[in-house]
């Protein structure tokens, strides 16, 4: 079965961290991008990071730069998103998406596979 899994998210006070995982099943990573973004209620969804895994090059949105680190584990076939020094304002829903390809923008209408998102809330 083909599909992503996001793990990872919690709650947490501003200034803690998480780490979130996204799974690939069914297939492999290898020639795709993927791409970390959230929705907060009554807010669009936005890119938050993109690595292509071919070659590791990275994106990052500028509200989440020098906190956030997206990585992947090619034997695992599971990309990570490290995020440090939360803030209340980082509270969302993380959803990992895919596209055959490079993470040349990391919008969500360019992406066209999605995992179900996993919840992170950050309290003040």
């Known amino acids: 079965q083909v599909q992503l899994v996001e793990s990872g998210g919690g709650l947490v006070q501003a200034g803690g961290s998480l780490r979130l995982s996204c799974a690939a099943s069914?297939?492999?990573?290898?020639?795709?991008?993927i791409g970390w973004f959230r929705q907060a209620p009554g807010k669009e969804r936005e890119g938050v990071s993109c690595?292509?895994?071919?070659?590791?090059?990275?994106y990052y949105a500028d509200s989440v730069k020098g906190r956030f680190t997206i990585s992947r584990d090619n034997a695992k076939n599971t990309v990570y998103l490290q995020m440090n020094n939360l803030k209340p304002e980082d509270t969302a829903v993380y959803h990992c998406?895919?596209?055959?390809?490079?993470?040349?923008?990391?919008?969500?209408?360019?992406?066209?596979?999605w995992g179900q998102g996993t919840q992170v809330s950050v309290s003040s």
């Open positions: 690595i292509t895994i071919r070659d590791g090059s990275t």
């Open positions: 998406g895919s596209k055959v390809g490079r993470a040349n923008v990391c919008h969500p209408q360019a992406y066209d596979f």
């Open positions: 069914g297939f492999t990573l290898d020639y795709y991008a």
